[in-house]
């Protein structure tokens, strides 16, 4: 895929840091000195209801920060899977956190990206870092951003809370990248 810019959406269970996943790729894309838009949306519920939120990368400026046919997809649940692989566009791809989906993507034109992402957030000693296991699984095998670019996006954003957040999630993010399985080669420049 050559493209000059690139639509993703993030969709879990309100909780699962969704918003800071949008936040995260959105920093290291301007980290990156790229253009971007995000929107979120959250369910009624909050946390325990969906949430999902969109980020647009471009080299280009960006027309309108709409996402009816995302490019990309990082979905952290069964019910967003269920949602959103129907508007995933034609030879997109999608990244599913196998803890929590008991499914294959039912389209067969899709890339998949398996990371189990939320029993490596157990295993790292904090769950609420699976979104971020599932952020390494997705740079790892896209490249869309860097790496480093990540990696300061995360302590730009952590810094100022905990030292330990950000030494945490730093951890997330490469163990993801580093245990994650690609189904299908990626063609992504």
Same mark, same amino acid.
């Given at each position: ?22 936040? %995260? ?87 998949? %990206? ?76």
């Amino acid at each position: 895929m050559d493209r000059q810019e690139t639509k993703i959406v993030m969709a879990g269970f309100g909780g699962q840091g969704i918003v800071v996943i949008g936040n %995260i790729l959105a920093r290291a894309a301007i980290i990156e000195d790229k253009n971007v838009v995000g929107m979120v949306c959250y369910g009624a519920e909050m946390r325990g209801g969906t949430a999902n939120a969109t980020v647009i990368i471009s080299n280009d400026e960006i027309a309108s920060p709409f996402v009816n046919h995302p490019d990309m997809a990082i979905i952290l649940n069964g019910p967003s899977l269920d949602r959103f692989e129907p508007e995933i566009s034609q030879d997109g791809l999608v990244l599913m956190n196998t803890s929590m989906i008991s499914r294959d993507p039912r389209r067969s034109d899709l890339a998949c %990206i398996k990371v189990n992402a939320t029993k490596i957030a157990h295993e790292i000693g904090n769950l609420r870092v699976s979104n971020i296991v599932s952020v390494g699984a997705f740079i790892e095998h896209t490249r869309l951003l860097s790496i480093s670019s990540i990696e300061q996006a995360i302590s730009d954003l952590f810094s100022n809370k905990k030292a330990e957040l950000v030494e945490v999630n730093l951890k997330a993010l490469h163990t993801g990248a580093e245990r994650s399985t690609c189904l299908q080669p990626l063609d992504i420049k």
